[in-house]
């Protein structure tokens, strides 16, 4: 099976590594690695005690600069959480954030012309249901 998959998420996963922070119940959990991300959402590797599900979080991903940072910021809320790892589901993200989530995908991504159709198909971060 391919490091990457749309399994019934229906986005394209890729695994990158930089840092990201997940702001919830009014602290901050950090990880540089095992992350797994798509537009609509990212699983990350953590130690410490993460959030129960449902709880709203604000994700801040930066894909780096030194001077001017390039951010990616979007709100969602934790869908699975367990030992060594959270996922979050993105609920809203900002126009600038979504072109650089959608470059970051397409760049990263085995099949970057299948990446490419699955934008094509519909905008948003999710799936019609």
Same mark, same amino acid.
């Given at each position: 099976?391919?490091? !990457?998959?749309?399994?019934?998420?229906?986005?394209?996963?890729? #695994?990158?590594?930089?840092?990201?922070? +997940?702001? +919830?119940? %009014?602290?901050?959990?950090?990880?540089?690695?095992?992350?797994?991300? &798509?537009?609509?959402?990212?699983?990350?590797?953590?130690?410490?005690?993460?959030? #129960?599900?449902?709880?709203?979080?604000?994700?801040?991903?930066?894909?780096?600069?030194? @001077?001017?940072?390039? $951010?990616?910021?979007?709100?969602?809320?934790? +869908?699975?959480?367990?030992?060594?790892?959270?996922?979050?589901?993105?609920? !809203?993200?900002?126009? @600038?954030?979504?072109?650089? $989530?959608?470059?970051?995908? +397409?760049?990263?991504? %085995?099949? &970057?012309?299948?990446?490419?159709?699955?934008? &094509?198909?519909?905008?948003?971060?999710?799936? #019609?249901?």
């Amino acid at each position: 099976m391919s490091s !990457q998959s749309t399994e019934k998420r229906g986005f394209n996963r890729v #695994p990158f590594n930089t840092e990201v922070e +997940v702001r +919830v119940q %009014d602290r901050s959990i950090r990880s540089k690695e095992g992350i797994n991300i &798509s537009m609509s959402g990212i699983r990350i590797s953590t130690r410490e005690v993460v959030p #129960p599900e449902e709880a709203p979080c604000q994700v801040t991903i930066n894909l780096g600069g030194q @001077a001017n940072p390039v $951010l990616i910021n979007a709100k969602g809320k934790m +869908v699975r959480s367990g030992a060594g790892s959270l996922a979050v589901e993105f609920t !809203q993200i900002d126009p @600038a954030s979504y072109h650089h $989530l959608k470059q970051l995908i +397409v760049n990263n991504a %085995d099949d &970057s012309e299948r990446a490419e159709r699955e934008f &094509s198909t519909h905008w948003g971060i999710r799936k #019609p249901r």
